[in-house]
């Protein structure tokens, strides 16, 4: 055991009427990337949480580099030397780059905070992560990725030993992931010992050197990562077999069927210039495209949540024209959010209520569900859906993110929609939960219901899309059958601007 | 197990510390002086039988601010606030002695004077402070202007209304209709407490039985999800600024009946704080979110106790406000979220020795 930095033993904690974790070993040595993997729900965050002090374990011991320790608040964790990256990015959007990076410990001067030091320091550390922006720009100028970056580099300056990232590259692209992966490394060859929370195997593979699976609060093992695969990994998290998800199959689409939605020339300018698409009954219609092409502002003119500055949208025959989500759920559509804590839950209300939300605006709050009423749509759902909870009225907010997934999934599928809005359903969300809301999609178009699907998955898509719309630069860039799709044919719509505007 | 559990929420739910707070200063109180807490039964000069005591003086006095804290509990529960509450008391009535003007009264009856359809007196100030609750609503609503700011216009404008109304003069009247609002008594129960019942109960139950009460917790939580969900939060907000001006009208009418008087500078004055105070201390968070009446309800009645209490220690006026903060710290400490967690884990763990103890 050379080299163990971090040792967690026999760690415990329970929250009410919950085991959240139930004797698990962790250790961690310097100078590795060490995964922790496991679905929602593992205890993933809860382990992390006890580490840094937002929680107190019930049972086990820490030992970092051989002393116990017992942090009692993320600050006391950060002063022993263990630094935490979160997925959400936990900066003062209003303060700069370097401001962010030295709050709260600013080197002082002659009684005066010295900026000149700051800022120096700051332009260096974020050079360090091989980014050269003006670290005195307030952070909001400038993107997530670089946002992510300023939030380690203010760990790493606190001369961390341990650093914990949470799920840091569920909201970077391929290249701004890569750049933070040669961070990683250069941090690792300097001693420290990194954990690593994702939810994508592929960079488990290419980066970590040691991997730890949790179910359901245990833990299952530790591995080397050059001695494992991924369907031995996915197996051991999920606790079954993997062929779940390679069983699927599209629903098949029938000849002449209906067309449900229609919309043509819809346009905000700076958002999305001009699209056309229509969805049939019983169809699963898939978005693909990079982040940012315009994806989710499609979507969410579809639904009413933005204004569309020209075009029409008709449903089921009828022209909407109120642009409000309301109407758009009159006219019987449904629409899950991309950000599911932003736009989805509402978190501290039950998982009734938050099932029976759109029923109940549907019916205006004057007419409210029965409370047996709401109680039974919950019950029925809770069982269909196989949400985890010990009963209803849980609240959402403390559900794993594939129970909150199927919440508000519920919740639609509660107002028997005929056309359904998918944004990223299982982005962030476990192997497990994402077979299952797969099959879910694909049943209910069997069952008549079109669906629209965006993910950034492309294998995804393509399982699942009898039809795929792919967008790129704000704009529809071409359709593709989804019947026998590659992905390469994707990615060459995505990619080949040039030839397909030479070709136009 | 499950009483273990019951146990605990009720030891961190806030409304259980605000009952405790309530009777602790009850307690206090009955120590200090032992006939705090005596009812009897008195025969007034004309022969009704009224309730007597401190306990129903309390309820009897606190029930302008319950009143109010009503509505203030779903505006605050929506995240907004409304500090024109007290501007509105003085503004229901103004217009309500402006209606009973002593000079141009008609004699009736010995004892009686009246103009006008005594309706008028209570409906018309009624229909102005819903109006106003409308116009605090559309400036939050509608115009998204921050909810301190829309409402400070009526804090400020209000009282001049009253002045206007009554043209700086302060009227007095001896209505008797009007007189028995603030001071009359049913079944020897002081009338403001019944109305305050009724209010309560009336708000709970739309509250409750409609999905209102869902949907103001719903936007005060998460106003995004609210709207993807199809709910109109413009409606719901609206609907509790109009209340609360609906309320704080009622809340008018039993103060200038007390005072048999209409007083613009003074009426009122103060009440959107002690409001406010009334549904923070009943558990409420002024974040916006979840929320309880019933809670606001002890809430008054706390604030309305530690005022009777300071009258009984014969402190000093001077010194009154100074000593009710220090009370309300203390309650407000109780409640603190480290606080009721502190209680809350130490009573499970020594539970959870016992449990050891009995497998032992």
């Known amino acids: 055991m050379n080299g163990v930095i971090l ?17 698990v070993d962790f250790s961690l040595r310097a100078g590795e990337v060490h995964a922790l993997l496991g679905e929602n729900g593992a205890g993933k965050s809860t382990l992390i949480k006890c580490l840094t002090g937002v929680h107190r374990m019930d049972k086990g011991t820490i030992l970092l580099d051989g002393k116990k320790i017992q942090p009692s608040s993320p600050q006391d964790a950060q002063h022993l030397g263990i630094s935490t990256v979160y997925q959400e990015i936990n900066l003062c959007p209003n303060l700069t780059v370097a401001e962010n990076i030295f ?26 992560m091989g980014v050269n922006i003006d670290v005195t720009l307030p952070l909001t100028t400038f993107s997530i990725a670089i946002q992510q970056m300023a939030s380690i580099a203010r760990a790493v300056d606190i001369n961390a030993r341990v650093l914990i990232l949470d799920e840091p590259t569920s909201s970077l692209d391929e290249h701004e992931v890569a750049r933070l992966f040669e961070v990683m490394r250069d941090l690792k060859a300097k001693g420290m010992g990194i954990v690593f929370i994702t939810h994508f195997l592929n960079q488990v593979f290419e980066i970590a050197d040691r991997i730890t699976v949790l179910r359901n609060g245990r833990l299952v093992g530790e591995y080397m990562a050059d001695k494992i695969n991924k369907l031995e990994l996915v197996t051991y998290m999920i606790g079954k077999d993997i062929n779940i998800i390679y069983d699927l199959k599209k629903a098949p689409q029938e000849e002449g069927a209906q067309v449900v939605l229609e919309a043509s020339n819809l346009g905000i300018s700076g958002k999305v210039e001009d699209i056309s698409l229509h969805v049939r009954e019983g169809e699963l219609v898939g978005f693909a495209g990079l982040l940012g092409s315009g994806r989710t502002e499609t979507a969410e003119m579809l639904f009413g949540v933005l204004k569309p500055q020209k075009g029409s949208i008709t449903m089921n025959g009828e022209k909407l024209s109120a642009s409000s989500p309301l109407d758009s759920i009159r006219r019987k559509m449904a629409f899950c959010p991309e950000d599911r804590k932003r736009d989805g839950i509402v978190a501290d209300l039950s998982i009734r209520e938050n099932i029976a939300l759109a029923c109940q605006a549907l019916r205006g709050f004057m007419h409210p569900m029965k409370p047996q009423e709401q109680q039974e749509l919950a019950d029925r759902f809770i069982k269909l859906l196989s949400i985890q909870t010990p009963n209803a009225e849980k609240k959402v907010g403390e559900l794993s993110g594939g129970n909150q997934q199927k919440v508000i999934l519920a919740r639609w599928m509660a107002t028997q929609p005929d056309l359904l809005i998918l944004d990223e ?32 998955e492309l294998d995804e898509i393509i399982r699942c899309a009898n039809r795929i719309i792919v967008m790129r630069d704000l704009e529809k860039a071409g359709e593709l059958d989804g019947e026998d799709c590659q992905q390469a044919d994707i990615l060459a719509i995505i990619a080949n601007e040039e030839k397909e505007e030479a070709m136009t | 197990m499950k009483h273990g559990l019951k146990w605990e929420t009720l030891l961190r739910s806030k409304l259980f510390w605000a009952v405790v ?5 009850l307690l206090v109180g009955f120590i200090i002086r032992p006939d705090f807490l005596n009812i009897q039964i008195r025969t007034l ?3 009704t039988r009224v309730l007597f005591g401190t306990p129903i003086d309390i309820l009897n006095r606190s029930s302008e601010i319950t009143i109010i804290a009503m509505g203030m509990t779903l505006v605050l529960a929506l995240g907004g606030t409304d500090i024109s509450v007290g501007a509105l008391v003085a503004v229901s009535g103004a217009i309500a002695l402006k209606f009973l003007r002593w000079d141009v009264l008609v004699y009736t009856t010995p004892g009686d004077y009246t103009v006008m359809p005594f309706a008028y007196a209570l409906l018309v100030p009624l229909a102005v402070c819903t109006l106003m609750g409308l116009f605090n609503g559309t400036l939050v ?14 804090m400020v404008g209000g009282r001049g209304i009253a ?3 009554t043209n700086g003069k302060q009227f007095t009247t001896q209505y008797t209709p009007f007189k028995f609002i603030g001071n009359g008594s049913i079944l020897g129960i002081p009338l403001p407490i ?3 019942l009724v209010v309560v109960v009336a708000m709970l139950v739309f509250v409750r039985r409609t999905s209102y009460g869902m949907f103001v917790e719903a936007v005060g939580i998460n106003p995004n999800a609210s709207r993807v969900s199809g709910l109109r939060s413009g409606v719901i907000i609206m609907i509790a600024y109009i209340i609360t001006g609906l309320l704080s009208g009622i809340s008018g009418l039993i103060y200038s009946s007390r005072i048999i008087s209409n007083d613009s500078n003074n009426a009122g004055l103060g009440y959107e704080m002690d409001a406010i105070l009334a549904v923070v201390l009943g558990g409420t968070s002024m974040t916006g979110g979840k929320f309880t009446l019933m809670g606001t309800v002890v809430g008054s009645i706390i604030i309305r106790t530690i005022t009777t209490l300071v009258f009984y220690f014969g402190i000093v006026s001077e010194a009154i406000m100074a000593f009710k903060a220090l009370i309300i710290a203390g309650v407000i400490v109780l409640q603190s979220e480290p606080v009721r967690r502190a209680i809350a884990r130490r009573r499970e763990r020594r539970q959870m020795n016992l449990g050891g103890e009995l497998h032992a």
């Open chain 1, 7 to 23: 040792d967690m033993k026999g760690i415990d904690m329970a929250f009410p009427g919950v085991k959240a974790l139930d004797g």
């Open chain 1, 103 to 128: 709050i709260g410990r600013q080197p002082m001067k002659g009684g005066q905070i010295d900026w000149k030091t700051i800022n120096r320091r700051s332009q260096e550390l974020m050079r360090l």
């Open chain 1, 425 to 456: 359903p299982t982005r962030g969300i476990d192997v497990g939960a994402k077979a299952e809301i797969q099959r879910l999609m694909l049943e209910m178009c069997k069952d008549g219901m079109g669906i629209i699907f965006i993910s950034s």
């Open chain 2, 141 to 154: 609503a509608r115009l998204k202007i921050q909810p301190i700011i829309a409402t400070l216009i009526l």
């Open chain 2, 21 to 25: 707070a309530e009777l602790l200063i």
């Open chain 2, 194 to 196: 019944i109305i305050t």
């Open chain 2, 163 to 165: 002045q206007i109304v």
């Open chain 2, 45 to 47: 000069e004309d022969g």
